[in-house]
Protein backbone atom coordinates (compact mmCIF):
# COMPACT_ATOMS: atom_id res chain seq x y z
CA UNK A 1 0.00 0.00 0.00
CA UNK A 2 1.88 2.79 -1.10
CA UNK A 3 1.45 6.90 -0.50
CA UNK A 4 1.47 7.87 -4.02
CA UNK A 5 -2.50 8.98 -3.80
CA UNK A 6 -1.68 11.41 -0.18
CA UNK A 7 1.74 12.86 -1.76
CA UNK A 8 -0.77 14.11 -4.99
CA UNK A 9 -3.18 15.24 -2.68
CA UNK A 10 -0.64 17.32 -0.58
CA UNK A 11 1.16 18.43 -3.96
CA UNK A 12 -2.09 19.74 -5.25
CA UNK A 13 -2.57 21.84 -1.97
CA UNK A 14 0.76 23.10 -1.69
CA UNK A 15 1.87 21.69 1.62
CA UNK A 16 4.58 19.52 0.50
CA UNK A 17 8.10 20.81 0.60
CA UNK A 18 9.92 20.24 -2.25
CA UNK A 19 13.40 19.82 -0.07
CA UNK A 20 11.86 17.05 2.11
CA UNK A 21 14.90 14.36 0.66
CA UNK A 22 16.81 16.63 3.55
CA UNK A 23 14.56 15.04 6.16
CA UNK A 24 14.60 11.34 7.85
CA UNK A 25 12.29 9.98 9.51
CA UNK A 26 12.38 6.34 11.63
CA UNK A 27 9.10 5.15 13.53
CA UNK A 28 10.13 2.05 15.93
CA UNK A 29 7.84 0.10 18.20
CA UNK A 30 8.75 -2.12 21.59
CA UNK A 31 7.81 -5.82 22.06
CA UNK A 32 9.95 -6.88 25.22
CA UNK A 33 13.71 -6.26 24.32
CA UNK A 34 12.58 -5.96 20.30
CA UNK A 35 12.10 -3.13 18.51
CA UNK A 36 9.72 -3.08 15.37
CA UNK A 37 9.81 -1.01 12.22
CA UNK A 38 6.96 0.75 11.44
CA UNK A 39 8.55 2.74 8.42
CA UNK A 40 8.44 2.46 4.90
CA UNK A 41 5.42 0.46 4.73
CA UNK A 42 6.23 -2.27 6.76
CA UNK A 43 3.19 -4.21 8.12
CA UNK A 44 2.65 -3.94 12.33
CA UNK A 45 0.64 -5.93 14.51
CA UNK A 46 -2.10 -3.85 16.04
CA UNK A 47 -1.26 -5.69 19.34
CA UNK A 48 2.54 -4.39 19.04
CA UNK A 49 1.03 -0.93 18.07
CA UNK A 50 -0.53 -0.21 21.60
CA UNK A 51 1.87 2.23 23.29
CA UNK A 52 3.23 5.14 21.25
CA UNK A 53 6.29 4.55 18.78
CA UNK A 54 9.96 5.79 19.28
CA UNK A 55 9.92 8.72 15.93
CA UNK A 56 13.52 9.40 15.09
CA UNK A 57 13.52 12.87 13.07
CA UNK A 58 17.03 13.39 11.41
CA UNK A 59 17.08 16.79 10.55
CA UNK A 60 17.98 19.82 10.83
CA UNK A 61 19.01 20.60 14.81
CA UNK A 62 17.97 24.09 14.77
CA UNK A 63 14.72 24.02 13.67
CA UNK A 64 11.39 22.09 15.16
CA UNK A 65 8.57 19.82 13.53
CA UNK A 66 5.29 18.90 13.69
CA UNK A 67 4.79 14.91 13.99
CA UNK A 68 0.71 14.02 12.92
CA UNK A 69 0.27 10.26 12.47
CA UNK A 70 -3.49 9.84 10.52
CA UNK A 71 -5.47 6.89 9.31
CA UNK A 72 -6.83 7.98 5.79
CA UNK A 73 -8.39 4.35 5.17
CA UNK A 74 -11.29 4.49 7.41
CA UNK A 75 -13.66 2.73 7.65
CA UNK A 76 -11.87 1.03 4.98
CA UNK A 77 -9.66 1.68 1.94
CA UNK A 78 -11.88 2.23 -1.03
CA UNK A 79 -14.66 3.95 1.29
CA UNK A 80 -12.77 6.17 3.59
CA UNK A 81 -15.82 8.48 4.47
CA UNK A 82 -14.38 8.94 8.20
CA UNK A 83 -11.00 9.66 7.08
CA UNK A 84 -8.82 11.42 8.00
CA UNK A 85 -8.50 9.96 11.56
CA UNK A 86 -5.21 11.54 13.69
CA UNK A 87 -3.83 8.84 16.00
CA UNK A 88 -0.89 11.02 17.07
CA UNK A 89 0.20 14.92 16.66
CA UNK A 90 3.32 16.51 18.34
CA UNK A 91 4.14 19.84 18.60
CA UNK A 92 7.69 21.74 18.77
CA UNK A 93 9.93 18.57 18.49
CA UNK A 94 13.70 19.82 17.42
CA UNK A 95 15.48 17.67 14.88
CA UNK A 96 17.80 14.73 15.51
CA UNK A 97 16.10 14.69 18.74
CA UNK A 98 13.35 12.00 20.32
CA UNK A 99 9.52 13.22 20.24
CA UNK A 100 9.33 12.40 23.88
CA UNK A 101 10.46 15.92 24.59
CA UNK A 102 7.80 17.46 22.37
CA UNK A 103 4.37 18.98 23.34
CA UNK A 104 1.50 16.33 22.63
CA UNK A 105 -1.73 17.49 21.84
CA UNK A 106 -3.32 14.20 20.75
CA UNK A 107 -1.90 11.05 22.72
CA UNK A 108 -0.99 7.89 20.54
CA UNK A 109 -4.20 6.20 19.65
CA UNK A 110 -2.97 2.33 18.88
CA UNK A 111 -4.00 1.44 14.85
CA UNK A 112 -7.87 -0.28 15.51
CA UNK A 113 -8.57 -1.41 11.74
CA UNK A 114 -12.24 -2.76 11.51
CA UNK A 115 -11.86 -3.86 8.56
CA UNK A 116 -8.95 -4.60 6.20
CA UNK A 117 -5.51 -3.08 5.85
CA UNK A 118 -5.19 0.40 7.27
CA UNK A 119 -2.10 2.64 6.52
CA UNK A 120 -0.79 5.08 9.26
CA UNK A 121 1.25 7.84 7.82
CA UNK A 122 3.59 10.10 10.13
CA UNK A 123 3.86 13.62 8.18
CA UNK A 124 6.85 15.39 9.50
CA UNK A 125 5.54 18.44 9.07
CA UNK A 126 8.67 21.88 9.50
CA UNK A 127 7.08 24.72 12.03
CA UNK A 128 7.38 27.99 9.55
CA UNK A 129 7.08 29.95 12.73
CA UNK A 130 9.32 28.06 14.82
CA UNK A 131 8.85 27.15 18.21
CA UNK A 132 5.07 27.33 18.91
CA UNK A 133 3.90 28.94 22.34
CA UNK A 134 0.98 28.26 22.22
CA UNK A 135 -0.50 24.96 20.85
CA UNK A 136 -3.29 25.15 18.39
CA UNK A 137 -6.15 22.97 19.07
CA UNK A 138 -6.54 19.69 18.23
CA UNK A 139 -7.80 18.05 14.72
CA UNK A 140 -10.95 16.38 14.84
CA UNK A 141 -11.43 12.81 16.15
CA UNK A 142 -12.94 11.92 12.73
CA UNK A 143 -13.45 13.23 9.27
CA UNK A 144 -10.54 15.68 10.20
CA UNK A 145 -8.56 17.66 7.21
CA UNK A 146 -4.93 17.25 7.37
CA UNK A 147 -4.21 19.31 4.78
CA UNK A 148 -6.61 22.05 6.10
CA UNK A 149 -4.85 21.85 9.62
CA UNK A 150 -1.82 21.70 7.85
CA UNK A 151 -2.17 25.02 5.65
CA UNK A 152 -4.44 26.61 9.12
CA UNK A 153 -0.77 26.15 11.33
CA UNK A 154 1.46 27.54 9.05
CA UNK A 155 3.77 24.12 8.66
CA UNK A 156 4.50 22.18 5.68
CA UNK A 157 5.68 18.61 4.83
CA UNK A 158 8.99 17.68 5.27
CA UNK A 159 8.97 13.92 5.11
CA UNK A 160 6.28 11.69 5.32
CA UNK A 161 6.32 7.37 5.77
CA UNK A 162 3.74 4.75 6.97
CA UNK A 163 3.61 1.59 8.01
CA UNK A 164 0.66 -1.11 7.73
CA UNK A 165 -1.87 -2.80 10.25
CA UNK A 166 -4.72 -5.13 9.10
CA UNK A 167 -7.45 -6.58 11.27
CA UNK A 168 -7.28 -9.57 13.00
CA UNK A 169 -3.27 -8.72 13.04
CA UNK A 170 -0.95 -9.23 10.80
CA UNK A 171 -1.80 -11.18 7.75
CA UNK A 172 0.18 -14.68 7.66
CA UNK A 173 0.73 -16.56 4.13
CA UNK A 174 -2.25 -18.71 4.24
CA UNK A 175 -5.17 -16.47 4.70
CA UNK A 176 -8.17 -16.06 2.76
CA UNK A 177 -10.37 -13.96 4.93
CA UNK A 178 -13.06 -14.16 2.61
CA UNK A 179 -12.99 -18.12 1.97
CA UNK A 180 -12.43 -18.38 5.83
CA UNK A 181 -15.45 -16.58 6.41
CA UNK A 182 -17.42 -18.10 4.21
CA UNK A 183 -16.84 -21.52 5.87
CA UNK A 184 -18.10 -20.15 8.40
CA UNK A 185 -21.45 -19.32 6.48
CA UNK A 186 -21.87 -22.55 5.40
CA UNK A 187 -21.18 -24.25 8.44
CA UNK A 188 -23.33 -22.04 10.04
CA UNK A 189 -26.33 -22.35 7.01
CA UNK A 190 -25.97 -26.60 7.23
CA UNK A 191 -26.71 -26.32 11.01
CA UNK A 192 -30.08 -24.60 10.34
CA UNK A 193 -31.00 -27.33 8.15
CA UNK A 194 -30.34 -29.92 10.54
CA UNK A 195 -31.75 -28.65 13.41
CA UNK A 196 -35.01 -26.98 11.32
CA UNK A 197 -35.51 -30.34 9.66
CA UNK A 198 -36.11 -31.36 13.70
CA UNK A 199 -38.13 -28.54 14.52
CA UNK A 200 -40.71 -28.68 11.41
CA UNK A 201 -40.79 -32.10 10.58
CA UNK A 202 -40.00 -31.77 7.30
CA UNK A 203 -43.34 -29.77 6.24
CA UNK A 204 -43.31 -28.33 3.01
CA UNK A 205 -41.25 -24.90 2.14
CA UNK A 206 -42.92 -22.52 0.04
CA UNK A 207 -41.23 -19.33 1.71
CA UNK A 208 -38.33 -17.70 0.36
CA UNK A 209 -36.76 -18.28 3.99
CA UNK A 210 -37.36 -22.04 4.58
CA UNK A 211 -36.55 -22.80 1.31
CA UNK A 212 -32.99 -21.47 2.35
CA UNK A 213 -33.38 -23.10 5.54
CA UNK A 214 -34.24 -26.59 3.82
CA UNK A 215 -31.77 -26.47 0.74
CA UNK A 216 -28.70 -25.40 3.03
CA UNK A 217 -27.60 -29.03 2.68
CA UNK A 218 -25.99 -28.08 -0.91
CA UNK A 219 -23.15 -26.23 1.45
CA UNK A 220 -21.56 -29.86 1.93
CA UNK A 221 -20.93 -29.43 -1.56
CA UNK A 222 -19.13 -26.08 -1.16
CA UNK A 223 -17.16 -27.75 1.37
CA UNK A 224 -15.46 -30.41 -0.54
CA UNK A 225 -15.05 -27.87 -3.54
CA UNK A 226 -13.15 -25.68 -0.70
CA UNK A 227 -11.26 -28.90 0.31
CA UNK A 228 -10.25 -29.29 -3.34
CA UNK A 229 -9.14 -25.62 -3.78
CA UNK A 230 -7.36 -25.06 -0.14
CA UNK A 231 -5.09 -28.01 -0.97
CA UNK A 232 -3.79 -27.48 -4.49
CA UNK A 233 -3.10 -23.90 -2.66
CA UNK A 234 -1.10 -24.90 -0.14
CA UNK A 235 0.74 -27.58 -1.57
CA UNK A 236 1.14 -26.54 -5.14
CA UNK A 237 2.66 -22.86 -4.33
CA UNK A 238 5.82 -21.81 -4.96
CA UNK A 239 7.10 -24.59 -7.41
CA UNK A 240 5.78 -27.43 -5.08
CA UNK A 241 4.46 -29.19 -8.03
CA UNK A 242 7.66 -28.47 -10.01
CA UNK A 243 9.36 -30.86 -8.06
CA UNK A 244 9.71 -34.63 -7.10
CA UNK A 245 6.94 -34.83 -4.25
CA UNK A 246 8.85 -37.05 -2.32
CA UNK A 247 11.39 -33.92 -1.26
CA UNK A 248 8.40 -31.93 -0.38
CA UNK A 249 6.35 -34.60 1.84
CA UNK A 250 3.56 -35.23 -0.28
CA UNK A 251 4.50 -38.62 0.49
CA UNK A 252 5.84 -38.47 3.99
CA UNK A 253 4.60 -38.14 7.08
CA UNK A 254 4.10 -34.62 7.26
CA UNK A 255 1.58 -34.96 4.73
CA UNK A 256 -0.38 -37.51 6.10
CA UNK A 257 0.19 -35.81 10.09
CA UNK A 258 -0.87 -32.77 9.08
CA UNK A 259 -4.24 -34.53 7.47
CA UNK A 260 -4.86 -36.63 10.43
CA UNK A 261 -4.08 -33.51 12.73
CA UNK A 262 -7.07 -31.69 10.75
CA UNK A 263 -9.62 -34.34 10.76
CA UNK A 264 -9.20 -36.58 13.82
CA UNK A 265 -8.76 -34.91 17.09
CA UNK A 266 -12.45 -33.21 16.51
CA UNK A 267 -13.79 -36.57 14.84
CA UNK A 268 -12.78 -39.02 17.85
CA UNK A 269 -14.56 -36.45 20.45
CA UNK A 270 -17.42 -36.12 18.40
CA UNK A 271 -18.16 -40.01 18.49
CA UNK A 272 -17.10 -40.06 22.20
CA UNK A 273 -20.00 -37.76 22.78
CA UNK A 274 -22.85 -39.78 21.43
CA UNK A 275 -21.16 -42.97 21.83
CA UNK A 276 -23.80 -43.72 25.24
CA UNK A 277 -26.79 -43.03 22.75
CA UNK A 278 -25.60 -45.70 20.25
CA UNK A 279 -24.80 -48.48 23.18
CA UNK A 280 -28.14 -47.96 25.13
CA UNK A 281 -30.44 -44.98 25.14
CA UNK A 282 -31.30 -45.01 20.80
CA UNK A 283 -34.95 -44.97 22.20
CA UNK A 284 -34.61 -41.77 23.72
CA UNK A 285 -34.15 -39.90 20.57
CA UNK A 286 -36.45 -38.68 18.65
CA UNK A 287 -37.01 -40.64 15.15
CA UNK A 288 -35.50 -37.51 13.47
CA UNK A 289 -32.43 -39.40 12.56
CA UNK A 290 -32.15 -43.21 11.37
CA UNK A 291 -31.51 -45.38 13.91
CA UNK A 292 -28.32 -48.00 13.06
CA UNK A 293 -29.63 -51.78 11.85
CA UNK A 294 -26.40 -52.99 12.81
CA UNK A 295 -24.69 -50.77 15.49
CA UNK A 296 -21.07 -52.90 15.46
CA UNK A 297 -21.09 -52.92 12.22
CA UNK A 298 -21.33 -49.03 12.20
CA UNK A 299 -19.38 -48.48 14.87
CA UNK A 300 -16.04 -50.59 13.69
CA UNK A 301 -16.21 -48.47 10.17
CA UNK A 302 -16.96 -45.18 12.04
CA UNK A 303 -13.82 -45.36 14.05
CA UNK A 304 -11.38 -45.81 10.84
CA UNK A 305 -13.49 -43.47 8.75
CA UNK A 306 -14.82 -45.73 5.97
CA UNK A 307 -18.95 -45.98 7.03
CA UNK A 308 -19.34 -43.83 3.65
CA UNK A 309 -18.43 -47.04 1.45
CA UNK A 310 -21.40 -48.48 3.07
CA UNK A 311 -24.03 -47.76 0.65
CA UNK A 312 -26.74 -45.90 1.66
CA UNK A 313 -26.01 -46.64 5.57
CA UNK A 314 -23.33 -43.97 6.51
CA UNK A 315 -26.31 -41.58 7.90
CA UNK A 316 -26.60 -44.40 10.25
CA UNK A 317 -23.00 -44.52 12.04
CA UNK A 318 -22.50 -43.27 14.88
CA UNK A 319 -22.68 -39.11 14.11
CA UNK A 320 -24.88 -39.19 10.89
CA UNK A 321 -22.57 -36.02 9.64
CA UNK A 322 -19.60 -37.55 9.84
CA UNK A 323 -20.38 -39.46 6.25
CA UNK A 324 -18.58 -35.80 4.72
CA UNK A 325 -15.44 -36.24 6.83
CA UNK A 326 -15.30 -40.13 5.47
CA UNK A 327 -15.59 -38.63 2.05
CA UNK A 328 -12.80 -36.02 3.35
CA UNK A 329 -10.39 -38.64 3.78
CA UNK A 330 -11.01 -40.50 0.19
CA UNK A 331 -10.21 -37.22 -1.21
CA UNK A 332 -6.59 -36.19 0.72
CA UNK A 333 -6.10 -40.21 -0.16
CA UNK A 334 -6.32 -39.56 -3.77
CA UNK A 335 -5.12 -35.88 -3.78
CA UNK A 336 -1.22 -36.57 -4.26
CA UNK A 337 -2.14 -38.40 -7.68
CA UNK A 338 -4.26 -35.58 -9.19
CA UNK A 339 -2.07 -32.67 -7.98
CA UNK A 340 0.16 -33.01 -10.87
CA UNK A 341 -2.44 -33.47 -13.40
CA UNK A 342 -4.89 -30.98 -12.16
CA UNK A 343 -2.00 -28.13 -11.35
CA UNK A 344 -0.46 -28.63 -15.28
CA UNK A 345 -4.05 -28.54 -16.43
CA UNK A 346 -4.64 -24.97 -15.07
CA UNK A 347 -1.66 -23.31 -14.28
CA UNK A 348 -1.75 -21.27 -17.19
CA UNK A 349 -4.63 -19.09 -15.88
CA UNK A 350 -7.03 -19.80 -18.72
CA UNK A 351 -10.36 -19.33 -17.36
CA UNK A 352 -12.07 -21.22 -20.40
CA UNK A 353 -9.73 -24.58 -19.44
CA UNK A 354 -11.64 -23.73 -15.67
CA UNK A 355 -14.91 -23.58 -17.60
CA UNK A 356 -14.17 -26.71 -19.36
CA UNK A 357 -13.01 -28.28 -15.58
CA UNK A 358 -16.09 -27.18 -13.87
CA UNK A 359 -18.24 -28.43 -16.89
CA UNK A 360 -16.59 -32.13 -17.15
CA UNK A 361 -17.22 -32.29 -13.39
CA UNK A 362 -20.72 -31.72 -13.70
CA UNK A 363 -21.37 -33.62 -16.14
CA UNK A 364 -19.54 -36.57 -14.47
CA UNK A 365 -20.99 -36.07 -11.11
CA UNK A 366 -24.18 -36.25 -12.59
CA UNK A 367 -23.46 -39.45 -15.13
CA UNK A 368 -21.97 -41.27 -11.34
CA UNK A 369 -24.95 -40.17 -9.47
CA UNK A 370 -27.37 -41.74 -12.02
CA UNK A 371 -25.33 -44.55 -12.18
CA UNK A 372 -25.65 -45.25 -9.14
CA UNK A 373 -28.58 -44.47 -8.77
CA UNK A 374 -30.04 -47.31 -11.19
CA UNK A 375 -28.12 -49.54 -9.51
CA UNK A 376 -29.46 -49.13 -6.98
CA UNK A 377 -33.07 -49.59 -8.13
CA UNK A 378 -32.05 -52.86 -9.71
CA UNK A 379 -30.97 -54.05 -6.75
CA UNK A 380 -33.45 -52.78 -4.03
CA UNK A 381 -36.69 -54.42 -4.00
CA UNK A 382 -38.11 -51.42 -1.91
CA UNK A 383 -36.86 -49.28 -4.09
CA UNK A 384 -37.94 -46.14 -4.72
CA UNK A 385 -39.54 -46.00 -1.08
CA UNK A 386 -36.41 -47.37 1.19
CA UNK A 387 -34.90 -44.34 2.70
CA UNK A 388 -31.17 -45.86 2.62
CA UNK A 389 -31.37 -46.62 -1.01
CA UNK A 390 -32.73 -42.98 -2.06
CA UNK A 391 -29.42 -41.80 -0.15
CA UNK A 392 -27.09 -43.90 -1.93
CA UNK A 393 -25.29 -41.68 -4.56
CA UNK A 394 -25.88 -38.50 -1.98
CA UNK A 395 -22.93 -39.31 0.45
CA UNK A 396 -20.84 -42.22 -1.43
CA UNK A 397 -16.99 -40.75 -1.88
CA UNK A 398 -16.66 -41.86 -5.55
CA UNK A 399 -19.76 -39.38 -7.01
CA UNK A 400 -18.43 -36.55 -4.92
CA UNK A 401 -15.03 -36.68 -6.05
CA UNK A 402 -16.02 -34.23 -8.62
CA UNK A 403 -16.50 -32.07 -6.46
CA UNK A 404 -12.87 -32.14 -4.90
CA UNK A 405 -11.99 -32.15 -8.60
CA UNK A 406 -13.67 -28.90 -9.52
CA UNK A 407 -12.02 -27.09 -6.67
CA UNK A 408 -8.45 -28.61 -7.31
CA UNK A 409 -8.71 -26.80 -10.73
CA UNK A 410 -10.12 -23.51 -9.68
CA UNK A 411 -7.15 -23.21 -7.17
CA UNK A 412 -4.62 -24.07 -10.00
CA UNK A 413 -6.02 -21.16 -11.67
CA UNK A 414 -6.12 -19.29 -8.67
CA UNK A 415 -2.24 -19.49 -8.37
CA UNK A 416 -1.53 -18.95 -12.10
CA UNK A 417 -3.54 -15.43 -12.29
CA UNK A 418 -2.65 -14.22 -8.53
CA UNK A 419 1.15 -14.11 -10.04
CA UNK A 420 -0.26 -11.99 -12.78
CA UNK A 421 -0.54 -7.83 -12.12
CA UNK A 422 -4.24 -7.20 -12.10
CA UNK A 423 -5.57 -3.16 -12.18
CA UNK A 424 -7.96 -2.26 -9.88
CA UNK A 425 -10.17 -2.26 -13.04
CA UNK A 426 -10.02 -5.90 -13.52
CA UNK A 427 -10.29 -6.14 -9.71
CA UNK A 428 -13.18 -4.13 -9.61
CA UNK A 429 -15.39 -6.26 -12.13
CA UNK A 430 -13.99 -9.22 -10.75
CA UNK A 431 -15.64 -8.14 -7.29
CA UNK A 432 -19.36 -7.70 -9.18
CA UNK A 433 -19.01 -10.87 -10.89
CA UNK A 434 -18.87 -12.66 -7.56
CA UNK A 435 -21.22 -10.26 -5.69
CA UNK A 436 -23.35 -11.14 -8.77
CA UNK A 437 -22.76 -15.18 -8.38
CA UNK A 438 -23.57 -15.04 -4.67
CA UNK A 439 -26.79 -12.81 -5.78
CA UNK A 440 -27.52 -15.60 -8.00
CA UNK A 441 -27.39 -18.28 -5.68
CA UNK A 442 -29.28 -17.07 -2.72
CA UNK A 443 -32.25 -16.27 -5.41
CA UNK A 444 -31.69 -20.04 -7.02
CA UNK A 445 -31.99 -21.41 -3.29
CA UNK A 446 -35.20 -19.39 -2.49
CA UNK A 447 -37.20 -19.56 -5.87
CA UNK A 448 -36.09 -21.82 -7.92
CA UNK A 449 -38.98 -24.95 -7.47
CA UNK A 450 -38.27 -28.29 -7.36
CA UNK A 451 -40.78 -30.25 -8.38
CA UNK A 452 -41.34 -27.57 -11.31
CA UNK A 453 -37.63 -28.34 -12.25
CA UNK A 454 -37.31 -32.26 -12.25
CA UNK A 455 -34.91 -34.85 -13.12
CA UNK A 456 -35.85 -38.01 -14.08
CA UNK A 457 -33.44 -40.19 -11.94
CA UNK A 458 -32.64 -38.01 -9.09
CA UNK A 459 -34.14 -38.39 -5.86
CA UNK A 460 -36.74 -35.08 -5.92
CA UNK A 461 -39.27 -35.19 -3.46
CA UNK A 462 -40.98 -32.04 -1.19
CA UNK A 463 -43.76 -34.39 -0.17
CA UNK A 464 -43.54 -33.52 3.59
CA UNK A 465 -41.27 -36.37 4.68
CA UNK A 466 -38.54 -35.40 6.98
CA UNK A 467 -36.15 -37.43 5.95
CA UNK A 468 -36.45 -35.82 2.15
CA UNK A 469 -33.79 -34.16 0.02
CA UNK A 470 -34.42 -32.77 -3.30
CA UNK A 471 -31.87 -32.81 -6.06
CA UNK A 472 -33.62 -31.22 -8.98
CA UNK A 473 -31.83 -28.76 -11.31
CA UNK A 474 -31.61 -26.39 -8.90
CA UNK A 475 -29.19 -28.49 -6.83
CA UNK A 476 -26.65 -28.51 -10.23
CA UNK A 477 -27.27 -24.98 -10.79
CA UNK A 478 -25.63 -24.13 -7.68
CA UNK A 479 -23.33 -26.51 -7.63
CA UNK A 480 -21.74 -25.30 -11.12
CA UNK A 481 -21.32 -21.24 -9.28
CA UNK A 482 -19.72 -22.58 -6.29
CA UNK A 483 -16.30 -23.35 -7.58
CA UNK A 484 -16.32 -19.83 -9.73
CA UNK A 485 -17.39 -18.44 -6.14
CA UNK A 486 -15.00 -19.84 -4.50
CA UNK A 487 -12.34 -18.44 -6.66
CA UNK A 488 -14.26 -14.93 -6.20
CA UNK A 489 -13.73 -15.07 -2.98
CA UNK A 490 -10.14 -15.89 -2.72
CA UNK A 491 -8.99 -12.88 -4.68
CA UNK A 492 -10.91 -10.32 -1.90
CA UNK A 493 -13.13 -7.93 -4.27
CA UNK A 494 -16.35 -7.18 -3.88
CA UNK A 495 -19.41 -6.36 -1.17
CA UNK A 496 -19.48 -9.93 -0.49
CA UNK A 497 -16.04 -10.59 -0.15
CA UNK A 498 -15.99 -7.56 2.61
CA UNK A 499 -18.99 -8.85 4.42
CA UNK A 500 -17.22 -12.27 4.70
CA UNK A 501 -13.92 -11.08 5.93
CA UNK A 502 -15.54 -9.36 8.64
CA UNK A 503 -14.44 -10.93 11.86
CA UNK A 504 -17.67 -12.46 12.88
CA UNK A 505 -17.78 -14.71 9.97
CA UNK A 506 -13.85 -15.53 9.54
CA UNK A 507 -14.05 -16.47 13.58
CA UNK A 508 -17.13 -18.58 12.71
CA UNK A 509 -14.71 -19.95 9.88
CA UNK A 510 -11.74 -20.82 12.44
CA UNK A 511 -14.49 -22.78 14.73
CA UNK A 512 -16.56 -24.27 11.67
CA UNK A 513 -15.69 -27.85 11.82
CA UNK A 514 -15.95 -27.84 15.14
CA UNK A 515 -19.38 -26.69 14.49
CA UNK A 516 -20.44 -29.46 11.68
CA UNK A 517 -18.95 -32.36 13.66
CA UNK A 518 -21.01 -31.03 16.81
CA UNK A 519 -24.39 -29.70 15.80
CA UNK A 520 -25.53 -33.35 15.87
CA UNK A 521 -24.51 -34.08 19.39
CA UNK A 522 -25.82 -30.53 20.58
CA UNK A 523 -29.59 -31.35 18.61
CA UNK A 524 -29.12 -35.08 20.23
CA UNK A 525 -28.41 -34.26 23.66
CA UNK A 526 -31.50 -31.65 23.95
CA UNK A 527 -34.38 -34.41 21.96
CA UNK A 528 -33.47 -36.56 24.56
CA UNK A 529 -33.65 -33.97 28.06
CA UNK A 530 -36.97 -32.51 26.23
CA UNK A 531 -38.48 -36.34 25.74
CA UNK A 532 -40.15 -36.67 28.91
CA UNK A 533 -42.05 -39.60 27.85
CA UNK A 534 -38.77 -41.53 28.13
CA UNK A 535 -38.15 -40.74 31.56
CA UNK A 536 -35.22 -38.31 31.03
CA UNK A 537 -34.51 -35.48 32.36
CA UNK A 538 -37.23 -32.45 32.69
CA UNK A 539 -34.70 -29.51 31.55
CA UNK A 540 -36.60 -29.37 28.19
CA UNK A 541 -39.79 -30.48 29.32
CA UNK A 542 -41.99 -27.79 29.13
CA UNK A 543 -41.20 -26.54 25.58
CA UNK A 544 -42.03 -30.36 24.08
CA UNK A 545 -45.65 -29.72 21.90
CA UNK A 546 -45.53 -33.20 20.87
CA UNK A 547 -45.00 -36.91 22.23
CA UNK A 548 -41.97 -37.33 19.93
CA UNK A 549 -40.27 -34.06 22.42
CA UNK A 550 -39.99 -31.92 19.23
CA UNK A 551 -38.75 -28.40 20.03
CA UNK A 552 -40.66 -25.07 19.44
CA UNK A 553 -39.30 -22.49 16.58
CA UNK A 554 -38.21 -20.05 19.28
CA UNK A 555 -35.71 -22.45 20.35
CA UNK A 556 -34.11 -22.90 17.92
CA UNK A 557 -31.90 -19.63 17.97
CA UNK A 558 -30.56 -20.73 21.88
CA UNK A 559 -29.46 -24.36 20.39
CA UNK A 560 -27.81 -22.35 17.63
CA UNK A 561 -26.02 -20.67 20.04
CA UNK A 562 -25.13 -23.14 22.46
CA UNK A 563 -23.40 -25.01 19.23
CA UNK A 564 -21.68 -22.31 18.51
CA UNK A 565 -20.31 -21.77 22.23
CA UNK A 566 -19.35 -25.09 22.40
CA UNK A 567 -17.64 -25.51 18.68
CA UNK A 568 -15.44 -22.23 19.92
CA UNK A 569 -14.63 -23.84 23.52
CA UNK A 570 -13.46 -27.23 21.19
CA UNK A 571 -11.60 -24.99 18.74
CA UNK A 572 -9.70 -23.40 21.23
CA UNK A 573 -8.83 -26.04 23.97
CA UNK A 574 -9.17 -29.12 22.22
CA UNK A 575 -8.87 -29.06 18.36
CA UNK A 576 -5.82 -26.45 18.20
CA UNK A 577 -3.79 -27.57 21.00
CA UNK A 578 -3.91 -31.08 19.36
CA UNK A 579 -3.32 -30.31 15.74
CA UNK A 580 -0.10 -27.99 16.90
CA UNK A 581 1.43 -31.09 18.97
CA UNK A 582 0.80 -33.53 15.88
CA UNK A 583 2.32 -30.83 13.58
CA UNK A 584 5.25 -30.35 15.67
CA UNK A 585 5.43 -33.92 16.47
CA UNK A 586 5.91 -34.49 12.47
CA UNK A 587 8.96 -32.37 12.49
CA UNK A 588 8.76 -30.64 8.84
CA UNK A 589 11.77 -30.16 7.20
CA UNK A 590 10.10 -28.12 4.15
CA UNK A 591 9.85 -24.25 3.61
CA UNK A 592 8.36 -22.12 6.09
CA UNK A 593 5.75 -20.75 4.25
CA UNK A 594 4.61 -23.65 2.78
CA UNK A 595 4.51 -25.29 6.18
CA UNK A 596 2.49 -22.09 7.65
CA UNK A 597 -0.33 -23.17 4.94
CA UNK A 598 0.03 -26.29 5.05
CA UNK A 599 -1.18 -26.35 9.12
CA UNK A 600 -4.01 -24.36 8.60
CA UNK A 601 -5.18 -26.21 5.41
Known amino acids: MSLEDQETRFRERGVLSES?????????????????????????????????????????????????????????????????????????????????????IVHWRGPKPPVGAHRYIFLVCEQLSGYVDKLPDSPPRMCASICRYIVNNNIEIAAMTHFVSRAG??????????????????????????????????????TFTRNIAYRSYMGVGFFFVLSGFIMVWVYASRGVVAQNFKSYGIFRKQYWAARFARIVPMYVVSCLLILPFSLS?????????????????????????????IPGRAVECLNPLLWSVSAELFFYFCFPFLLLLCYRWCKGGSISIAIAAVTLGIISELALWGGMYRLAELSDTNFPTDYTAKQLPYGFPIVRLPEFLMGMAMGALYLGVAQMDISKQKKLIGGLITDGITVA???????????TYDISFMYNNDNGSRKDMSFGVWYWVILTMIPFWVLGLAFGAGISCWVLSTRLFVYLGKVSYCIYVLQYQVLTYAAWMSNSDKGATY??????????????????????????????LSHNYIESPARQSIVLWAKPEEDAEVNNRRSAA
Open 281 to 309: VWDNITDVWPRPQNGALCMSLTSVGLQAW
Open 441 to 451: IIMVMGYMSSS
Open 169 to 206: GIKSPNDLPALTGARGLVALMIMVFHFYQFYSKGQPTH
Open 20 to 104: SDSVDVRILFSRGDHEIIGYDGQEVDPQDAKNAPQCIIEADPSKYYCIICYDPDAPMSGAAFLSDIPHWVVWNCKGNVDTSEGDT
Open 539 to 568: IFKTWAVDDQGTLPEWSLPFLIVVCIILSG
